[in-house]
């Protein structure tokens, strides 16, 4: 039966090889927690938002992953069926010359009235299979269930879904239901078409382990295989999971498998940076949230990218380990990765060339496919809660109408066989880097051949991206998140490119050869500008506008900052982008000025107000004033009637980056998602510290006396999509790093003598 099935679908010599297909999809789950169904389409908005078509197809998609999913369309009763919904995307997919594959059960376990173990499961799903094919006979290609060894696992061996079970009988039961549904299904489906295809997706990966640990490795990937060695019949006395299975009661549906297979006309292999595991039974080296146990012993659980050595052998090793075994065509069913957008735009980037490379060495893959298009809701939480965490897509749904995204623009240029990548993009993810390590390295023993590693030149991209501002806050953390993002970047400060000098600007334009600017320099002690005016304008609004209108000239992105305090604070809600600016102190006139006339000029350029600065990274800032004075036992003045929204700073370099790379241009608001006092905010970050927030005496702005009048209320919202985390997020990691003991000395140092205007801007006057 082997050697016959793969010979099936090989088509020999590259040449012969039709061109390799650019696929999509969005997260289309429906699974369900107790007695809630979580709904994907519904989260992402694409529900009510047919329009979404239009944009796949413009990304040169030439498939579309698209849910005929059996909780949607008959919830209630099996003769109750509603296709409305499905009848009028499905229609205009194959207007917009997609071709649709059906996917008729996401990650689910049926309708209320089914579930994974319910003897009558198989048949009830081939009766909607049926219906479903009677309602599309046009439709060919056909995912009947998508990942069922997955979800068998999530389902009933470790209780992350219903119908929450963690059993290993049960398991296999549930597996077993699913592929024998997807038997019956094609059966029904083939009956109406008999031209339709199986592309039965699984997710693919490998384990790894130390030796002591190396029967449950053994066990993990011989499992991994199941879905696809069930439905091809592979799986008879001599398989070495038989007498498993047997022993379980399964083997006379293996015997009728057996007799009657249903092999996949393509393999969808899904694949993701956590599929491959590594099992080390030296629990010391490891958090205990990744410990975990077999009947036989504990051991711990991490991505074997986080830990091995050599590097696991990734999507082009387990493709090359699909052929091997089946000899079947095979597509990428799945690939996405929830990180920067540069890192996103590498993952998809290598799984592309790695189809590429493959195909040139005979193997037939024939897609990939371009997964959570439009993102991801809570998949960090295994969709176990409603959170709301979301991961940006080749579209970011948090913008209405969504917006794409720099993985759009990538999927574009792949699509069309040619362009130049975006400059930040360049460079090997962080899976090939040594940031990858996130543990004692372990060396692994490779027991099977293994694809030779892809020889990379190490070359940086020729065209970085410049960052003006060296000395200052903003500066050197952008620097800092160039650096761990595998950006290249050139850091300027004022010998080497004044802005008061318009030629030192041209100049430095011109030698460096960037692809955009970010300008992080400016005047940033708000009282000492209202004596200072001159100096200030100088600063923030001329030379600003001096290094845009040059960037302008170029055709070059840039980035500049702007305040909260460019407002009165005289309404009663948090500012948003197009409220106007009307500022009250020198400070904010000079960034309402810049904001003005940079904007004015046309072209690539965004603005970004953000306030309140803190980090762990940065002595001078007020967070870091409140952990260094209660520390000492000391009480705090704060003021207790100015509200605003502080700004975590790594949260604000990554998110300006990802906006840069997404060529995002206008008005931007970037603060934590919060308000508070400047008081409050103490006593937050007092408590997140294990600090006393009685020592926070709350004062009125009046009794400090500042020369500069500040706005009562300031906070930030956006009406353009937020893309920042709370702020009760930001202010607990920045607490677990400034607690940490080798922190401590740092704490304990402040800067140079000066005293620092904490209530809003820090640091040196001019960076």
Known sequence: MLARLKLVGVTGKPGCMRQLELWGGHEC???????????????SGHQNRIEDLERFAALGLKALRYPVLWERVAPRRPDDQDWSWTDERLARIRDLGMRPIAGLLHHGSGPRYTSLVDQSFPELFAAYARAAAER?????????????LTTARFSALYGHWYPHLADEHLFWAALMNQIQGVRLAMREIRKVNPAARLVQTEDLGRT???????HQADFDNARRWMTWDLLCGQVTPGHVLWDRLDGFGLGDQLRQLAEDPCPPDVLGVNHYLTSERFLDHRLEHYPPERHGRNAFMRFADVEAVRVALPAPAGLEGVLDEAWARYGRPLAITESHNGCTREEQVRWIRDAWDAAQRLRSRGVDVQAITAWALLGTFDWNSLLTRHVGHYEVGAFDVRLDPPKATAIAAELKRLGAGGGEPHPATQGPGWWRRDIRLAFRPVFRTMDAPEPKPEVRTPERPSRPLLIAGATGTLGKALARACEWRGIDYRL???SEMSLEDESAIAATLDAVQPWGVINAAGWVRVDDAEAEASACMAANAEGALRLARACHERGLPMVGFSSDLVFDGRIDRPYMESDAPCPLNVYGRSKAQAECEILALGGPALIIRTAAFFSPFDPYNFAAHVVRTLSGGRELPAADDLVISPTYVPDLVDATLDLMIDGETGIRHLANQGQVSWAEFARRIAKAAGLNPDLVIGRPAASFRWPAERPAFAALATERGQV??????AIARYAAIVTEPEFAGEAEAEADGRAPDFFGRTSARVS
């Open 29 to 43: 789950t429906v699974n369900r927690v107790g007695r809630t169904f979580h709904d994907q389409t519904v989260r």
């Open 208 to 214: 790894y382990s130390t030796k002591a640990v190396k």
């Open 136 to 148: 599309y006979p046009w439709v060919e290609d056909w995912t009947p269930v998508n990942e069922p």
């Open 724 to 729: 920042m985390p709370t702020l009760e997020n």
């Open 492 to 494: 300027t400060g004022r």
